[in-house]
Antibody, heavy 120, light 109 residues
């Protein structure tokens, strides 16, 4: 059974940093692209960052470019999102998403999400 | 950036009836279109990918169609458990961005 377990969310002040983690199990982690997708309270879905299966290629939404960094450790089956210079508009539930295949594919499994609240 | 527009914003249908949800792309995304279902307090679930392929475990009541810029999700024999927000997503215009529609809220009255 595919499982994606996010952690690392919480309350952080504007300008601060957080590192989200996603522990993956139940599938060959190193074979699939992975993404982070977020959802602000009461709002729709926004894709944040994607990383190729081997970690060589990463791409970010314009809204987080230069502030967020996606990475992965295939030896630990773990996906990360380093979030710096956080803003109030980054407040959202952050979902870890497994892609169906390579980066140009949809997300077929989603974690339950971790809430990040940016507020003073 | 490709903009995805869903209609209607809200749809209210009786149990047993069918419903068709629409999604329009601002430019062609070929067949690189997915549909997701999200129930309150839950993560989204992939229903359809490649415009018309059902994901693993999705019942045949859910079907997708379209290509280019016009897509639809049809749900037949609606059940109370189908109440949710449905999102379309294009994954054609990468690596710049994968974009979601704003969602259609389906209510089973």
């Amino acid at each position: 059974e595919v499982q994606l377990l996010e952690s690392g969310g919480g309350l952080i002040q504007p300008g601060g940093s957080l590192r989200l983690s996603c522990a993956a199990s139940g599938f060959g982690f190193s074979a699939y692209a992975m993404s982070w997708v977020r959802q602000a309270p009461g709002e729709g879905l926004e894709w944040v960052s994607v990383i190729s299966n081997n970690g060589v290629r990463t791409y970010d939404a314009d809204s987080v470019k230069g502030r967020f960094t996606i990475s992965r450790d295939n030896s630990k089956n773990t996906l990360y999102l380093q979030m710096n210079s956080l803003r109030a508009e980054d407040t959202a539930v952050y979902y870890c998403v497994k892609h169906l295949g390579a980066v140009a594919s949809p997300g077929d499994y989603w974690g339950r999400g971790t809430l990040v609240t940016v507020s003073s | 950036e490709i903009v995805m527009t869903q209609s209607p914003a809200t749809l209210s249908v009786s149990p047993g009836e069918g419903a068709t949800l629409s999604c329009r792309a601002s430019q062609s995304v070929s067949s690189n279109l997915a549909w997701y279902q999200q129930k309150p307090g839950q993560a989204p679930r992939l229903l359809i990918y490649a415009a018309s392929t059902r994901a693993t475990g999705i019942p045949a009541r859910f079907s997708g169609s379209g290509s280019g810029t016009e897509f639809s999700l049809t749900i037949s024999s609606l059940q109370s458990e189908d109440s949710a927000i449905y999102y379309c997503q294009q994954y054609n215009n990468w690596p710049s961005m994968y974009t979601f529609g704003q969602g259609t809220k389906l209510e089973i009255k």
